[in-house]
């Protein structure tokens, strides 16, 4: 009977612990959004360059643009001669629409990303699916790259990265040739006498043209020290969006699986208390039965 108790009990604690577990990741849904801060970090920068970047935001262009869907609607639906046009319109939105910071998950957004970025790796929050990062109002270069190079192959054109020093950007291939974008930092090509790919601006020395107005010639020679093209079709922190799409389910839904295994195991608890009781009842009548039978003997002995 001791061995049987002891199961009862295992089961009753472990169905206690996963209520506490399911009620926890239910409730974290709810907290404020800005509960635990995963990345620190500064909107306003004091150099030319972070104050250049912010004064191309435009909040009237948060509630316009909150998926790639709106942004590819918005980017075909523009009267263009050529897709090189439709990409510029789209690199525009994405110039004034984010403020130039990383965009991280909140709370109620994914908190299993929060409490990782916070206590494992601050990275491990800052968004990497294009969607939400659309869903907020910071990005950084890496992140707008990440974006601009999805609409890119949802149009049909074939993209890479370009990893500088501290700076990401990108490239669009179209009519066989690559075209730079660049559209954190916005170059001027206007100066250098229309958009071209990165290796004909380094090799014509127009980088200093380019980003005149944006960057210091010292800027641009430490950001240009080191150019690292991406494969074509190479998709951006692949580690990173399965992870962040496993966890954004995870902290909306997971709750549901300590809830599932408190009812299975409530289900079993029950079992087996009815089982020990009628074990209990059954040993009962067997010892009320054997004791009437001493009793009957012991009367006719006498």
């Known amino acids: 009977m001791f ?112 409490l990782c970025g916070r206590f494992i790796w601050k990275d491990l929050a800052a968004k990497v699916l294009p969607d939400d990062i659309l869903s907020g109002e910071s990005a950084s270069c890496s992140q707008v790259s990440i974006i601009f190079i999805a609409l890119c192959r949802s149009m049909g054109v074939p993209a890479r990265k370009v990893a500088l020093r501290g700076h990401f950007a990108m490239e669009a291939k179209l009519h066989g040739q690559w075209f730079f974008f660049d559209i954190d930092m916005k170059p001027d090509f206007s100066t250098i006498g229309g958009r071209r790919s990165l290796a004909s601006i380094l090799a014509a020395g127009a980088q200093y043209r380019l980003y005149a107005h944006t960057a210091s010639r010292r800027d641009v020679d430490r950001i240009f020290s080191s150019v690292i093209y991406g494969a074509d079709g190479e998709w951006l922190a692949p580690r990173a969006a399965v992870f962040q799409t496993i966890t954004r389910l995870l902290s909306h839904w997971g709750w549901l699986l300590p809830a599932l295994g408190w009812a299975l195991l409530s289900a079993r608890v029950w079992t087996l208390k009815r089982r020990y009781e009628r074990m209990w009842l059954k040993g009962k009548h067997v010892r009320a039965y054997t004791a009437t039978c001493n009793d009957e003997r012991m009367r006719r002995a006498g």
């Open 3 to 114: 061995p049987f108790i002891m199961r009862l009990n295992r089961r009753s604690y472990g169905r206690s612990l996963c209520l506490i577990i399911a009620v926890v990741g239910l409730c974290m849904n709810f907290l404020p959004a800005n509960t635990i801060d995963p990345f620190p970090y500064v909107k306003s920068g004091d150099d030319r360059f972070g104050r250049v970047l912010h004064t191309w935001y435009r909040p009237e262009l948060n509630g316009r643009f909150t998926d790639m869907n709106s942004l590819l609607a918005y980017a075909r639906q523009q009267k263009c001669r050529d897709t090189l046009c439709h990409l510029e319109a789209a690199a525009w939105v994405l110039r004034h629409r984010f403020v130039h910071a990383y965009g991280v998950y909140n709370v109620r957004e994914n908190w299993i990303a929060v």
